[in-house]
């Protein structure tokens, strides 16, 4: 008999999942905002207008390529599409990303996602009243995923990620001998726990890895580790006509070491015929900071179009960031 090629992959998803579940069992979680004494914190900043139109809870129910970012596990259900995301915000001259997921029957879902970050050119000196030079550093991530189911309700997926940072001057400047870089792990699962699909699960213990190391070992810094645990509900609201459809969703996030004080999001969706979306959410101590989202969706066709913000109150110097998504599904 010959032996199904959907099985060694879908073993070593288990099986990866399996341990991210039990060190995650062994370690304590502390306040999702703060990244004090983490490197690489690039890994927490987000991205797909989409779920950030939901107050980035989505752990539980993000779709296409967004799934990449909060829970690679969504992806085994998710169409076949290339994706495009941009993020304006106040800290970061440049934010953009793509990603391209394809789907194979029977086996799962591979995807392939690229995103780069430019805070701008920033003076270099020893002295402020006499500045040397100019440098900017920039980084770029690097991620390959791979998802698949293991029954109609259980899915799980694994995205292996590389950050590198690179460190550009024009002057007199101090760097790196190397530009410094890191590699890291999510794992992802999700249950259906209805056969009606209208209670969904989802988790995922995202930037696993070793430690960024910048200029020499006492200075590598640990990664921002993060356990995001997600909720949705699909009620079939008798009231509403059928070509509307309601979704709410919550996730609490937590980061993987320290105290006991964990962030919340909170997000719903109001999508008629499938082709306009409007949405709205809450973040609490974010990595950009607490505050209110909203975000609005058009499908068309092949073509979806999806355009967000958020106003932040507290905990951030980014402003109020915008984000908007291009998807072509093909």
């Known amino acids: 008999m010959r032996r199904r090629l959907s099985s060694s992959p879908k073993f070593l998803i288990a099986g990866l999942l399996a341990a991210g579940l039990l060190a995650f069992a062994d370690i304590r979680v502390a306040r999702a905002q703060s990244t004090f004494g983490e490197g690489a914190v690039e890994f927490l900043l987000p991205t797909g207008a989409r779920s950030l139109g939901m107050g980035q809870a989505v752990a539980a129910i993000a779709t296409g390529s967004d799934a990449l970012w909060w829970n690679p596990a969504l992806i085994a259900r998710g169409p076949r599409e290339v994706a495009f995301h941009f993020t304006k915000i106040v800290t970061l001259e440049t934010d953009a990303g793509g990603a391209i997921v394809i789907p194979v029957q029977r086996v799962g879902a591979f995807a392939l996602s690229v995103r780069y970050l430019n805070p701008g050119q920033q003076e270099a000196s020893d002295d402020p009243t006499a500045p040397t030079g100019a440098f900017s550093t920039t980084t770029t991530m690097l991620g390959a995923s791979f998802a698949t189911t293991f029954s109609n309700r259980l899915a799980a997926g694994i995205t292996y990620k590389l950050l590198r940072l690179d460190f550009h001057c024009t002057g007199n400047c101090r760097k790196p001998s190397q530009a410094p870089q890191t590699i890291a792990l999510d794992l992802g699962t999700q249950y259906i726990a209805t056969t009606d699909s209208l209670v969904t699960f989802g988790f995922a213990l995202r930037n696993a890895g070793p430690k960024l190391q910048v200029n020499d070992s006492p200075q590598a810094d640990p990664l921002p580790v ?105």
């Open 226 to 330: 993060r356990a995001d645990l997600g909720v949705a509900y699909a009620p079939k609201l008798v009231q509403l006509p059928k070509e509307a459809r309601v979704r709410v969703a919550a996730d609490l996030v937590a980061r993987v070491s320290g105290g006991y004080s964990p962030g919340y999001r909170f997000g719903a969706e109001f999508s008629w015929m499938a082709r306009y979306h409007a949405r709205a959410g809450y973040v609490i101590d974010g990595p950009t900071g607490s505050g209110s989202t909203f975000g609005l969706g058009l499908s068309s066709g092949k073509l979806q179009i999806d355009l967000a913000r958020m106003l932040v109150t507290s905990g951030s110097q980014a402003g109020s960031p915008a984000y908007l998504s291009l998807r072509y599904l093909f």
